[in-house]
């Protein structure tokens, strides 16, 4: 006898529910879902950059600025270490890919290895640490960063980075932002509805190191101006507007990871835009014992390599806070603020690739798109009618309205975004989830001809077209998650396969349970002699 468990109803009654409620909200104007009660969901589906218009970059992180970065700071390490010691020694500078450093007295070249090996810290999930210490001849000592613990760095750089941007771009008020890794070194950021590229790459693509370093006063104006400073300063140019170069010492006071705020100010004397800065606990003692030992004397405020300004010390700042003044506008202001509330970025990124897809062009996109899906569900659907007629044609369509309300209720509640190939899967699902129905049916049509009742002649094609369905839709659901796994840092590739993914599981559920369910509860009224099918 013809049956459907109780429990299956249920999930079918309740699969529909899930399915009409939150594809509601996306057939809804903007008034009418804002007129709501609020127990009922408002989330809509989340429209990609080519369906709503936005701006798209590929980012590169710069490895080379990485690894000079990371030597440099073992020349400062190598010589705090050294000088910590009592060591004598001389030449520690860059050579070649590593660093290298004279020990003055032979008998203290062993005492120096054994200093410098204690730079040497492991490298997580490698067997080497990250630098390497060698004696060489002539009393030289080298350090070196291994390739295998430069490229653990590069891919630790890169998780960093993208954690940062995406800390900038949500206090730019961008709506739904995609940032993907792609391959080992790139990061993908596409803003919907950021129509300037430019604005959001100022944002994202600078560094923002922000260090308070204070000011050699020892070394002149004019040996600042040629270069020549003490091995534990460097010359720093004034950014724009600003002074000549000048010597400051290399060791920080404090940096700008200890700043629990920053927002965009004005002077009140002058009321020209700047910066309002909070340190944390550890920040406002270091910059209150710098300033307190340091009365009369300049710091130099350095953003990325480049010193805004240079004030002198009139007395301690204890309080913890303080203002960056500089030649901003309003909007360079909000916008260095942004980022150095978000954190310096741990290595440089390089945008390799931008584009900007206008919003009119968005809008036609998603027309076409419905134009599309729309059309194909009339012609599917009339053919069902007329192959199966309007019995079966029909139930077939009501399970095909079940099952894409079902994809995209599935959809707009995982936070899915709809891209324009997404649209194209979309609309291969349509096809798919009728193929399975073809198979029902034609089935149910070769059972009733061999001689069975209906009622057995359904259930026997329901049971025998299952083991086709899901071979069918196994082998199309393992090529989607292929495609969604090398799809890189997503687009077009990824954005269809998800959307594909999530039709085949609805197309089948669909298709085996709720196709089901219409036509046995069809049968239980009618009771029919005969199907019209």
């Known amino acids: 006898m013809l049956s459907f468990e109780r429990w299956k109803v249920v999930l079918c009654v309740l699969a529909i529910l899930f399915g009409a409620v939150f594809t509601l909200p996306n057939l809804l104007p903007d008034n009418v879902l804002a007129a709501m009660p609020g127990f009922l969901p408002h989330q809509r589906l989340n429209l990609g950059l080519d369906l709503q218009g936005g701006s798209y970059l590929l980012l590169e992180v710069d490895t080379a600025s990485l690894k000079a970065e990371k030597l440099n700071n073992l020349i400062e ?20 890919d590593g660093v290298s450093v004279r020990i003055t007295d032979p008998s203290q070249v062993q005492p120096a290895y054994a200093a410098l090996q204690t730079l040497a810290l492991p490298v997580p999930g490698a067997v080497v640490r990250d630098v390497a210490v060698n004696t060489g001849p002539d009393q030289t000592i080298h350090l070196t960063i291994p390739d295998q613990a430069m490229v653990k760095a590069s891919a630790d750089a890169v998780t960093q980075d993208i954690e940062i941007v995406r800390k900038r771009i949500d206090s730019l008020g961008t709506r739904e932002p995609q940032i993907t890794q792609q391959g080992t070194n790139r990061i993908v950021v596409e803003a919907p509805g950021e129509s300037d590229p430019e604005r959001l790459k100022a944002v994202i693509g600078q560094t923002a190191k922000l260090t308070f370093q204070m000011v050699d006063e020892s070394v002149s104006p004019q040996d600042a101006a040629s270069g020549q400073a003490p091995p534990d300063d460097q010359v720093l140019p004034f950014a724009e507007g600003g002074g000549p170069p000048t010597a400051v010492k290399r060791r920080a006071v404090v940096s700008g990871e200890m700043l629990t705020n920053a927002q965009q100010g004005n002077d009140p004397r002058s009321n020209k835009p700047n ?7 550890i920040g406002a003692k270091r910059f209150g014992d710098a300033t307190m030992e340091n009365v009369n004397k300049r710091f130099a405020i350095v953003i990325d390599g480049k010193i805004l300004s240079a004030p002198v010390i009139n007395e301690p700042i204890l309080g913890g806070s303080g203002q960056i003044v500089g030649s901003f506008t309003v909007e360079s202001a909000a916008n260095l603020a942004l980022m150095l509330r978000s954190g310096a970025l741990p290595a440089k990124l390089n945008a390799i690739e931008q584009r900007t897809v206008g919003a009119e062009l968005g809008a036609d996109s998603v027309r076409a798109g419905e134009l599309a899906g729309v059309i194909a569900i009339a012609l599917i659907g009339a053919f069902m009618i007329l192959a199966y007629g309007f019995t079966f044609g029909g139930i077939a369509v009501l399970g095909l309205i079940a099952n894409m309300s079902m994809v995209i209720a599935a959809m707009t509640v ?51 077209a299952t083991e086709s369905i899901l071979d069918a839709n196994v082998t199309t659901f393992l090529s989607a998650v292929i495609l969604f796994i090398f799809a890189g840092g997503g687009g077009p590739v990824k954005g269809f396969a998800w959307t594909l993914s999530i039709g085949v599981v609805t197309s089948v559920f669909s298709a085996l349970f709720i196709t089901r369910m219409l036509v046995t509860w069809w049968f239980s009224v009618t009771r029919a002699k005969q199907l019209p099918i």
Do not use: C, H, Y
């Open 77 to 96: 390490d190598a010589r705090t270490t050294l000088q910590g010691k009592q060591i004598v020694f001389s030449g520690l500078a860059l050579s070649g």
């Open 275 to 281: 910066i309002d800065f909070r340190f944390n606990g």
């Open 414 to 464: 995982g936070g899915a975004t709809l891209t324009l190939p997404g649209i194209a899967g979309l609309i291969l699902t349509i096809a798919m989830a009728v193929d399975a129905n073809v198979l029902i049916f034609e089935r149910i049509r070769d059972e009733e001809r061999a001689g069975r009742r209906p009622a057995m002649a359904i259930d026997t094609g329901f049971n025998r």
